[in-house]
């Protein structure tokens, strides 16, 4: 028998018309991919589906590895049309899925129109199959991946201490030169409430001061609705996007990450 929550999940799907939101998520801490787990995970409450594209290599923190999975299926074997996307979706919780991409970022930049062609009829099918669709980025502020720039939304989950401050700062510099129009911010491991939006109140007052990138408070994850917030379109400055549009935003770093490489 299905739970209320579950019955009600599976309305949301039925009768969802936007296509569920393309998320990059960058975490900031002493343990990144925990936190990154702590946030998919909170990601999935009220019965949400989420589907993680996962940048990590297996020797570099990747979610199979943090959930005690053996690695395979990578993003870029669908690309090539040697397995079907839903192949590469690997169940590691309760609502979560995993998506192993590691190979598919490292040939980014050689993909041809088939392989894009591809990609954005698998991107459209995780969006059917998910209510969000995150990606866990790689690398570092200075040096997004093509999939972290295209992606519509911007999650930065900040540990409170310091080692979490200072390196949301570093983001939120990153993202700005990247041309970020904006950047949601949880925090994770706050004392209290209090404590938790004193961080992002120096965030904010640092980008105020340096960047100006407009920042979006989501929260704690431990205590706060993240789901709910990052399943609804933000409105008509980030509207509910499909496929497409992520592909074409692709395509641009795409070819821009060829010249420079």
Known sequence: ?????????????????????????????????????????????????????DEHAPEHGSLLAAFGYPEGGDLLGALEGRMDVTETMREVADGLWVVPAAATVQSVALLGDAHHARLEAGIAELQRRADLLAIHTVGDARHLTPFARAAGRRL????????????????????????????????????????ATALFASL?????????????????????????????????????????????????WSSRAGVSG
């Not at 201490?161 to 911010?185: D, I, N, T």
């Not at 706050?190 to 404590?195: I, L, N, Q, V």
């Not at 609705?225 to 549009?245: D, K, N, S, V, W």
């Open 1 to 53: 028998m299905l739970h209320a929550s579950d019955q009600a999940a599976g309305l949301r799907r039925l009768f969802r018309r936007a296509p569920s939101a393309v998320v990059a998520l960058f975490t900031s801490g002493r343990a990144p991919r925990q936190l990154a787990v702590r946030t998919l995970m909170a990601l999935t409450e009220g019965a949400r589906r989420v589907v993680a594209i």
């Open 156 to 195: 930065l989950v900040v540990e409170a201490s310091g080692v979490g401050a200072r390196g949301a700062c570093q983001w939120v510099k990153g993202l700005a030169a990247a041309g970020a129009g904006s950047l949601e911010v949880a925090v994770s491991g706050a004392r209290d409430r209090a404590d």
């Open 204 to 252: 904010q007052d640092f980008t105020s001061r340096h960047v100006g990138l407009p920042l979006v408070w989501r929260g704690e994850i431990e205590r706060d609705g993240l789901a709910e917030a990052m399943c609804t379109p933000m409105g008509e400055r980030h509207p509910a996007e499909g496929a497409q549009a992520f592909i074409r935003r692709l395509r641009a």
